[in-house]
T-cell receptor, first 114, second 111 residues
């Protein structure tokens, strides 16, 4: 079955500390992988995406993610977290020709301590 | 700037009412989607459309229908609202093979 798992429901990090949010997927075809962020009461904003090529992808707001096919993972990282990064983060997977038809993970809520 | 607009941010409806959630995109995207978001479950796909007058069921279509009479507009219809349809509803659009752009969401409460 196709699925996305985000093992951490809630993470708290100190401002300035590094961050890694985990994402594992199960997908039969070549996956297109995405990370979205949702601030309270808002819609989803695309942080970054992986379609092909370099397995380390850079996104907006200083985020990056690494695709590891052997581990079926697409973890999101940021070297230094800012208080404004507090939000909910969603990993998603889709097929190459289906645009926004995505399977989402459960989400990880990030809190940032001053 | 790309824009997906949902007509209401908050709605309160009574059980049994017919409810319309409207979504408009200004990016000339072929694909449009309706998701619902519930805590601990992430987003789940209700219906989607790859063209005008075309619709396909997603993972949780029961109790919902959709309408796409024009390319830019995709409506979600709750034929007879029930309390278990209380949720956040998110509309999205994309090009074929492109990234999805999401609206701000409609928080629907059915009482």
């Amino acid at each position: 079955a196709q699925s996305v798992t985000q093992p951490d429901i809630h993470i708290t990090v100190s401002e300035g500390a590094s961050l890694e949010l985990r994402c594992n997927y199960s997908y039969g075809a070549t996956p297109y992988l995405f990370w979205y962020v949702q601030s309270p009461g808002q819609g989803l904003q695309l942080l970054l995406k992986y379609f092909s090529g370099d397995t380390l992808v850079q996104g907006i707001k200083g985020f990056e993610a690494e695709f590891k096919r052997s581990q079926s993972s697409f973890n999101l990282r940021k070297p230094s977290v800012h208080w404004s990064d507090a939000a909910e983060y969603f990993c998603a997977v889709g097929a190459d020709n289906q645009g926004g038809k995505l399977i989402f993970g459960q989400g990880t809520e990030l809190s940032v301590k001053p | 700037d790309v824009k997906v607009t949902q007509s209401s941010r908050y709605l309160v409806k009574r059980t049994g009412e017919k409810v319309f959630l409207e979504c408009v995109q200004d990016m000339d995207h072929e694909n449009m989607f309706w998701y619902r978001q519930d805590p601990g479950l992430g987003l789940r796909l209700i219906y989607f459309s790859y063209d005008v007058k075309m619709k396909e069921k997603g993972d949780i279509p029961e109790g919902y229908s959709v309408s796409r009479e024009k390319k830019e507009r995709f409506s979600l219809i709750l034929e007879s609202a029930s309390t278990n349809q209380t949720s956040m509803y998110l509309c999205a659009s994309s090009l074929p093979g492109g990234s999805a752009f999401f609206g701000q969401g409609t928080r629907l409460t059915v009482v």
